[in-house]
């Protein structure tokens, strides 16, 4: 019997936003990716051909007196605070699907909410601050376990397509400060397919199945499975 060595499971069916060359709105693609997969009825909006139809960008909250234009360029400039972003997310689904931001360290803690949440099918915005990483923000929306291995990674959709997964460790080691993290606090709808791969050391497939999260009993029910 051929021993598992390599443990995958990913949320499928997520369209990537792919981030422009010259602008820094990695965030925004970030979070329009988690908005669009647990409320697809968004996904048209945003192609708006003004931002004040955009979910992310009209809900953003902002300072009396200060036009969303300006907003938007500050945000182009200088980036966006996580916090807000959270808000944004809240007020575009009328508090029916609930964000949560927080600054976490890179720790055992911090990976244990990504890996959860991608259980329960719900992906999560996470940022980070690095010399040799850059600034950046993805989205999380599975992970890798190896036996008899303490490395831990994570895969994502990168809006540069820069990179598909992230060792944990590796992350810890070179970030400067804390990470960003915007999570779903509460979602009664539906959520993305949850694909489980077990490979043994050679790569080849012990098994695999796909499991649909069904939002009436709050389970995942079996699609497809292979051994």
Avoid at 75 to 84: A, I, K
Wanted: charged content about 30%; proline content about 5%; overall charge positive.
């Amino acid at each position: 019997m051929r021993r598992r060595h390599r443990t995958t499971v990913r949320l499928t069916g997520i369209r990537l936003r792919e981030q422009g060359t010259h602008d820094s709105f990695c965030a925004y693609y970030s979070a329009a990716m988690l908005l669009c997969t647990l409320r697809p009825e968004f996904d048209d909006d945003f192609d708006a051909v003004h931002v004040s139809k955009d979910p992310l960008f009209s809900n953003l909250p902002r300072p009396r007196g200060k036009s969303l234009d300006r907003v938007v360029a500050d945000w182009l400039t200088t980036g966006v605070q996580f916090g807000p972003l959270a808000r944004s997310l809240d007020h575009a689904c009328h508090g029916t699907t609930r964000f949560r931001a927080k600054r976490a360290s890179c720790g055992a803690r911090t990976l244990e909410l990504l890996r959860e949440n991608v259980d329960k099918g719900l992906p999560s915005v996470c940022g980070w601050e690095s010399r040799e990483l850059g600034n950046h923000t993805v989205l999380v929306v599975g992970y890798d376990d190896y036996v008899n291995s303490s490395s831990r990674w994570l895969r994502v959709l990168d809006p540069t397509r820069g990179q598909e997964v992230i060792e944990w460790g590796q992350l810890a080691r070179v970030v400067t400060a804390p990470l960003d993290i915007i999570w779903c606090l509460r979602h009664d709808g539906v959520r993305p397919d949850r694909l489980t791969i077990e490979r043994d050391t050679e790569g080849t497939l012990i098994r695999s199945r796909v499991e649909r999260w069904m939002p009436a009993s709050s389970e995942w029910q079996p699609l497809v499975s292979r051994q």
